[in-house]
């Protein structure tokens, strides 16, 4: 599965910006999807999946109620609306696939680590400045 990411830019604080990753190849494969971030000087960190078949969702701590992830399973394309942003959401954005196995149970066991995931984008730079 190859994965392209999009929609990065700069943003102020208390602004809102859509990020998308399009799936491509053997996207069949693909069980669910992720989003993570990593901020300079810092860990990767998980911030959203959802499944392909059963849409269920999750979401990395404290973002649930500013963060809406979504997907379009005919563009095989996955979405993170971001509201209320702020300086410390700052991050590169890297959007993973996984196929756990073609397990739910694998899924949800898995889905908020990195490791569970089989195919990352390349990233899109995500800045918000005050």
């Known amino acids: 599965v190859q994965l392209q990411a999009s929609g990065g830019g700069s943003v102020q604080v208390g602004g809102s910006l859509i990020i998308a990753c399009t799936a491509s190849g053997r996207t069949s494969s693909s069980y669910g999807m992720g989003w993570f971030r990593q901020a300079p000087g810092r860990e990767r960190e998980f911030v959203a999946t959802?499944?392909?078949?059963?849409?269920?969702?999750a979401y990395g701590e404290s973002l649930e109620d500013r963060f809406t992830i979504s997907r379009d399973n005919a563009k095989r394309t996955v979405y993170l609306q971001m509201n209320n942003l702020k300086p410390e959401d700052t991050a590169v954005y890297y959007c993973?696939?996984?196929?756990?196995?073609?397990?739910?149970?694998?899924?949800?066991?898995?889905?908020?680590?990195?490791?569970?995931?089989?195919?990352w984008g390349q990233g899109t730079l995500v800045t918000v400045s005050s």
């Open positions: 993973a696939s996984g196929s756990f196995g073609d397990s739910y149970y694998a899924y949800h066991q898995l889905r908020r680590f990195q490791r569970g995931y089989d195919s």
């Open positions: 959802i499944g392909w078949s059963d849409g269920s969702i």
